[in-house]
């Protein structure tokens, strides 16, 4: 069974860096786009990042760009954002995701969460 397994969060200072980690298992995703969204506090979910099947394009929400980068190893099947100067305002529950048959980035930001495969979250928490 297809599944995506987030770490790397946890609880850091404004200005500081974290990198996240999503490990995927269960089928390959070397084909697929994959990605991270975020939930904060009291709001919606919202795209941070985006890369497609080779890693050879990525892109991100205006929030993200400029300070978040994600990449991936197709090797080991993990992808991962690194986030630098972190603001209080980045706090939220990170969750990685996978298309199920996309292999642009465009799949990531305009497919439906329904045909998207979720992992269960990871918290970071930027404190001032």
């Known amino acids: 069974q297809a599944q995506l397994v987030e770490s790397g969060g946890g609880l850091v200072q404004a200005g500081d860096s974290l990198r996240l980690s999503c490990a995927a298992s269960?089928?390959?995703?070397?084909?697929?786009?994959m990605g991270w969204f975020r939930q904060g506090p009291g709001k919606e979910r919202e795209f941070v990042a985006a890369?497609?099947?080779?890693?050879?394009?990525?892109y991100y929400s205006d929030s993200a760009n400029g300070r978040f980068t994600i990449s991936r190893d197709l090797a080991k099947n993990i992808i991962y954002l690194q986030m630098n100067n972190l603001k209080p305002g980045d706090t939220a529950v990170y969750y990685c995701?996978?298309?199920?048959?996309?292999?642009?980035?465009?799949?990531?930001?305009?497919?439906?969460?329904?045909?998207?495969?979720w992992g269960q979250g990871t918290q970071v928490t930027v404190s001032s």
């Open positions: 995701a996978a298309t199920r048959n996309g292999s642009s980035t465009d799949s990531i930001v305009q497919d439906p969460p329904n045909n998207l495969l």
């Open positions: 269960g089928r390959s995703f070397s084909n697929l786009a």
């Open positions: 890369v497609n099947w080779g890693g050879g394009k990525t």
